[in-house]
């Protein structure tokens, strides 16, 4: 969980620029006399108070049973009733109440209207203005402020403009707007516009400044400050300490004339923040007064640095443990890779909110335990827990690890009726999830969907196309998005380049690579060099490739080296294999896939004696070999497959089919690699081997499960090999379905014979 030392910041803030938004919406409890009976007035007085006692008290149905037995009322019984249900979240009955009324003063529309702007009912607010009779100075106000409050800056200027007698608070309102949708120019203007601003909008101008750490120009507003308070100097304490001018915050914490727990405490959260645990240990101790920020900061302090000793050191010792103290611990356990511990602390959680729920799941998900970080998502809805963004964009993140399609689905229609997905954050989540779930037709659709394209968008489209083989369509995207004006990043470059490697441009890829620097000021990386060296190695220009690689202006990485063993590997350079392989073991001996693949290599060329020796290197290092494994999703669960499996318990029919395609397969011209088969045995038993590849079974399973006319999505957690490759090439023609294979290293679409890869894997 995110660490929650700025939130003194983020409340001084909020304080400063809301109090004034909120007082706009606050009523002229002012109410035109009565022209009835003395004696009469007074019951009507009283009954009012009555009204107003049951309202405060949330004994609305009670209220509610004294007004209709009012023999008598007046505009203040009514607008006492209206005020009353909107106090306790009763919007309809207010609005309800509104309507019936025989006559409305200027305090039953200003109510009502500030009742639909608490509500974020602008529409309804806006017709209600436009209708009123006659308006006052807290009628536009309290319109000023719902725009504001709700991000519409231009629709709260021309209110602004328009209002023919404006008070403080309408300025203020105005002011606070512009700083809190990140106008901070326009707030400057306005600011200098006038020069009688009260203490809380100096506080919102400077606040502002703090936010977008224009630390110069916050503290030039602190020094013309005709009066200051302890949210000024707080708010300028924290601004220095959260963004390490920490000498200039100690400075200023030594004059500030109060030192309350908040300065004490913005202090602990910026050595925090920047990593001096010691000396943020040192001001908690000295602390006259703690409260539950001040404990969360220095516990989450611990946390982060995964001292988790002290964290819970602390924890316990905490008098005034709240739920951001246990999300904070559970975080912590989380990311310190002890998801039991976390667990524990989640089971012991006296009280849950969303963030906790959040936590778990992303907890049990970066373990790699997605199942059941799917499976507690479940429970948290069940339990009818508000879902937050984290939560959704955590979930759909493990949807498109596991692959789990269908659930990423309901997921997606859920975030559809939150209204969320349209935003870049839960946007972006989809577009991975279906990306990764090998739909990338559905995560086109949710791209074009997201309002407001940032390049993070663009670059995961970007690479899901290339990565699907689809890197034509990678391209056209990428000469879209310079078309917008945002500018590439070194991330889009390496999807750019990916998309080249994975479709066999090499002119294209080298040309995109030589304008990096010139035409976007990026300076290539390993990523981008090793991009263009599998791109090189694959089309068989493994000379260039080298060429390259000894051009680079820093040490070549594993995976550069990697690129080139695989590139050895297809076009049978066993020689130039093993000088990768040799450098590939002393970077990263532990490496298994680079055993396996120079296996692949010696055994294409027959030099079984070189197999059985890299098997003893295995053996003597203690390298063990990743076991292959698939699955495919069927009706929302997840079915996982073995060589040979012997477990699943629809295995005998799953070999029946396969036995059926074998022959089918063989007739269609399908003849095994057994070349690929690491073992000096007959080519039957080579034949044998091959035949029960976890990915076979898996593409079995979904068709004989899948309904026909959808597309089978299968998984490995290794790359393909080159049998299963062509075998699944046969058995799309044979059965006439699409099949998705996603494997370590990118997606095969397989139909009607042919793979979207074009056989350039």
Same mark, same amino acid.
């Not at 990386?525 to 190695?537: A, E, P, Q, V």
């Given at each position: 969980m995110a660490m929650r030392g700025n939130n003194r910041f983020r409340q001084l803030h909020s304080r400063s620029c809301l109090r004034f938004l909120q007082t706009t919406t606050t009523v002229n409890r002012k109410q035109p006399k009565t022209s009835s009976s003395p004696a009469a007035d007074s019951d009507i007085v009283k009954w009012n108070i009555s009204i107003s006692t049951h309202m405060r008290k949330g004994q609305w149905d009670s209220a509610l049973r004294l007004f209709n037995s009012m023999p008598r009322r007046s505009s203040v019984s009514w607008n006492a009733m209206i005020s009353g249900y909107l106090s306790n979240n009763k919007f309809f009955l207010a609005r309800q109440m509104f309507e019936k009324m025989p006559t409305r003063d200027l305090v039953s529309w200003n109510v009502m209207i500030s009742g639909c702007v608490r509500y974020r009912k602008l529409r309804d607010a806006r017709l209600l203005f436009d209708q009123m009779p006659e308006r006052d100075v807290v009628s536009?106000?309290?319109?000023?402020?719902?725009?504001?409050?709700?991000?519409?800056?231009?629709?709260?200027? #021309?209110?602004?403009?328009? &209002?023919?007698?404006?008070?403080?608070?309408?300025?203020?309102? &105005?002011?606070?707007?512009?700083?809190?949708?990140?106008?901070?120019? #326009?707030? /400057?203007?306005?600011?200098?516009?006038?020069? #009688?601003?009260?203490?809380?909008?100096?506080? +919102?101008?400077?606040?502002?400044?703090?936010?977008?750490? /224009?630390l110069v120009d916050a503290r030039e507003i602190f020094n013309r400050m005709p009066e200051r308070d302890e949210v000024s100097w707080n708010t300028m304490i924290t601004g220095y300490a959260q963004n390490g001018e920490l000498l200039d915050a100690q400075r200023l914490f030594k004059k500030s004339p109060v030192q309350d727990v908040f300065t004490w405490t913005a202090m602990v959260s910026g050595y925090v923040q920047n990593g001096m645990l010691n000396e943020a240990r040192r001001v908690f101790d000295e602390m006259p007064e703690k409260n539950s920020v001040s404990w969360n900061a220095i516990v989450a302090g611990y946390a982060q640095n995964k001292r988790m000793d002290l964290a819970r050191e602390l924890f316990e010792a905490m008098p005034c443990q709240n739920v951001s103290s246990w999300n904070t611990m559970i975080t912590g356990y989380a990311q310190s890779g002890d998801i039991a511990q976390a667990r524990d602390v989640f089971d012991r959680m006296p009280q849950r909110d969303s963030i906790s729920w959040a936590a778990i799941i992303a907890g049990y998900a970066q373990s790699g335990y997605g199942e059941e970080a799917l499976r507690l998502f479940v429970e948290m809805k069940r339990d009818g827990e508000r879902l937050n963004r984290s939560t959704y964009t955590c979930t759909l993140s493990t949807c498109a690890e596991i692959a789990a399609l269908e659930l990423g689905k309901q997921v997606h229609g859920q975030v559809i009726k939150a209204g969320l997905e349209s935003g870049c954050y839960v946007g972006n989540a989809l577009l991975v999830m279906y990306c990764k779930c090998g739909s990338i037709e559905d995560a086109y659709v949710v791209f074009e969907g997201i309002e407001?394209?940032?390049?993070?968008?663009?670059?995961? &489209?970007?690479? %899901?196309?290339?990565?699907?083989?689809?890197?034509?369509?990678?391209?056209? $995207?990428?000469?879209?998005?310079?078309?917008?004006?945002? *500018?590439?990043? #070194?991330?889009?470059?390496? %999807?750019?380049l990916s998309a080249c490697s994975h479709t066999g441009l090499v002119d294209k890829g080298t040309e995109y690579f030589d304008s990096m620097t010139r035409d976007y000021g990026i300076?290539?990386?390993?990523?981008?060099?090793? +991009?263009? @060296?599998?791109?090189?190695? *694959?089309? %068989?220009?493994?000379?260039?490739?080298?060429?390259?690689?000894?051009?680079?202006?820093?040490?070549?990485?594993?995976?550069?080296?990697?690129?080139?063993?695989?590139?050895? *590997?297809?076009?049978?350079?066993? !020689?130039?294999?093993?000088?990768?392989?040799?450098?590939?073991?002393?970077? !990263?001996?532990?490496?298994?896939?680079?055993?396996?693949?120079?296996?692949?290599?010696?055994?294409?060329?027959? *030099?079984?004696g070189d197999v059985g020796k890299m098997r003893l290197r295995m053996r003597d290092r203690g390298v063990k070999k990743v076991p292959g494994y698939s699955w495919?999703?069927?009706?929302? &669960? @997840?079915?996982?497959?073995?060589? %040979?499996?012997? @477990?699943?318990?629809?295995?005998?029919?799953?070999?029946?089919?396969?036995?059926? $395609?074998?022959?089918?397969?063989?007739?269609?011209?399908?003849?095994?690699?057994?070349k690929l088969v690491l073992h000096d045995v007959e080519e039957e038993e080579k034949e044998h081997m091959l035949k029960y590849h976890s990915e076979k079974l898996a593409v079995a399973f979904g068709l004989l499960t899948i309904a026909p006319g959808r597309p089978v999505r299968v998984i490995k957690n290794l790359r393909v090999c080159e049998d299963c490759h062509n075998a699944i090439k046969h058995i799309s023609k044979i059965v006439g379905r699409l099949i998705i294979l996603r494997d370590s290293h990118r997606f095969h679409h397989f139909n009607g014979g042919q793979c979207s890869c074009g056989d350039y894997w």
């Open positions: 536009w106000n309290a319109m000023l402020s719902g725009y504001a409050q709700n991000g519409y800056v231009k629709e709260a200027e #021309d209110i602004f403009d328009e &209002m023919p007698c404006k008070n403080s608070i309408s300025w203020n309102g &105005m002011l606070a707007a512009y700083v809190q949708n990140g106008r901070i120019e #326009d707030a /400057r203007r306005i600011f200098e516009l006038k020069a #009688d601003w009260e203490l809380v909008s100096w506080n +919102c101008m400077m606040g502002g400044y703090v936010k977008r750490k /224009r407001e394209k940032e390049v993070v968008s663009w670059n995961t &489209m970007i690479a %899901g196309y290339a990565r699907h083989g689809f890197g034509n369509e990678a391209l056209k $995207l990428f000469e879209s998005m310079k078309t917008t004006g945002i *500018r590439p990043d #070194d991330v889009t470059m390496v %999807g750019v300076t290539a990386n390993s990523k981008h060099y090793t +991009c263009m @060296i599998d791109l090189l190695g *694959r089309a %068989g220009r493994l000379d260039d490739a080298q060429n390259l690689m000894k051009n680079m202006p820093f040490e070549p990485d594993a995976a550069t080296w990697g690129a080139l063993l695989g590139a050895s *590997r297809i076009h049978g350079n066993t !020689e130039l294999g093993e000088k990768a392989a040799e450098m590939i073991f002393e970077m !990263e001996p532990d490496n298994t896939g680079m055993y396996v693949l120079l296996s692949n290599l010696y055994a294409a060329s027959g *030099r079984w495919v999703e069927v009706q929302n &669960m @997840i079915h996982t497959f073995t060589v %040979g499996d012997s @477990i699943h318990p629809e295995r005998d029919r799953i070999y029946a089919f396969l036995e059926e $395609l074998g022959l089918k397969m063989k007739k269609e011209g399908y003849v095994s690699s057994t």
